[in-house]
């Protein structure tokens, strides 16, 4: 089983900063991508960003030249760096990791973080 730790959310005003971490441990073999989503209250998960492993990130448009993913593969972490942040932003926040837990390809996971609130004020 591979559990991820979510960090970093809080409250803050319109137009400043925020940094949301995301670590995995367990049984973990490889990952293949990573990825952060967001539910704000009455709307369904939406993506924010993602970066496969060796492929190209993607963006939100909402968030496009605001927010960063990187990742620390050493560490197995995903970080969200968010900046210029709006009201509408305001949601929690999930980190998604997909990958494989041994060498054979059937023994793969999928796993979600417990979310992060993240609260900005105007």
Known sequence: QV???????GLV???GSLRLSCAASGSIYSISAMGW?????????ELVASL?????TN?????????T???DAAK???YLQ???LKPEDTAVYYCNMRGQRAPSSIMKFVSWGQGTQVTVSS
């Open 3 to 9: 559990q991820l730790v979510e960090s970093g959310g």
């Open 13 to 15: 005003q319109a137009g």
């Open 37 to 45: 989503y967001r539910q704000a209250p009455g709307n369904q998960r």
């Open 52 to 56: 496969p492993v060796g492929g190209s």
């Open 59 to 67: 963006y939100a448009d909402s968030v496009k030249g605001r927010f």
């Open 69 to 71: 993913i990187a990742r």
């Open 76 to 78: 197995n972490t995903v």
């Open 82 to 84: 968010m900046n210029s």
